[in-house]
């Protein structure tokens, strides 16, 4: 037991220059991601419960065809199909893609959200003279964004580990970097064992940091 507690040490150390700089990369990467599928969450959100049937079908395309396909196949997809229209780097291609991916569940988290809101708030702020972008942007949506919060938390943290997918496109994220040091080293176990470490520990603040936020919104309430 001592033995493999020194070589864990040993390896930590080894690690913690490289693992570091591949944290900001990967933070970078899931910061990017998590904006884009944000905005686009919304976007194909309000399409989905517009009364446009031609807006509506565009949407369930996008949502029926990103959560059907696995998300290392659309890396690659989008990667090679970005790369050849548009000269990105490899962080660029693997954030974009990542943000598309998440974007589809994220407008599923809005719709759910703002349907969730009742009915007669909306009649009722009509009848007071509002209009329906009015209504949505005074009464409706602040109502879902607060009640979005915990499934969006969620989401948040399923990106920051899906991130390491990115390393198939030779982004030198946290996974990558393991990748390469368990090659060299000939320790895979305890190699990857650091970096499970690593991922633990920043899911860990992310969950701190939104357990916080929620307390903040009181979103139970």
Do not use: C
Not at 98 to 118: C, K, M, P, V
């Amino acid at each position: 037991m001592m033995e493999f507690l020194q070589t864990m040490l040993e390896v930590i150390k080894r690690t913690a220059p490289g693992f570091l700089e591949a944290t900001v990369l990967t933070l970078q990467v899931t910061a990017v991601a998590l904006v884009l599928g944000t905005l686009l969450g919304l976007v194909f959100a309000l399409m989905k419960i517009s009364k446009s049937k031609i807006l509506q079908t565009i949407a369930n395309i996008y949502i029926t065809i990103i959560r059907g396909t696995p998300l290392i196949v659309q890396i690659m997809f989008l990667y090679f199909g970005i790369t050849a229209v548009i000269i990105l780097d490899a962080f660029w291609a693997g954030a974009i893609a990542l943000g598309i991916h998440n974007g589809a569940y994220i407008a599923e988290i809005f719709r759910g959200a703002i349907q969730s809101i009742d009915k007669g708030q909306r009649e009722a702020s009509m009848a007071l003279g509002m209009t329906r972008g009015q209504s949505m942007k005074r009464i409706i949506f602040p109502q879902a964004l607060k009640r979005s919060i915990p499934p969006l938390g969620n989401q948040f943290i399923i990106t920051l580990k899906d991130s390491s997918l990115v390393y198939i496109i030779s982004v030198s994220e946290l996974f990558a970097v393991a990748n390469r040091d368990a090659a060299q080293s000939y320790q895979p176990f305890e190699t990857y064992l650091v970096v499970g470490l690593y991922y633990l520990v920043l899911v860990m603040i992310f969950t701190a940091i939104l357990r916080w936020y929620e307390g903040r919104l009181n979103v139970d309430k």
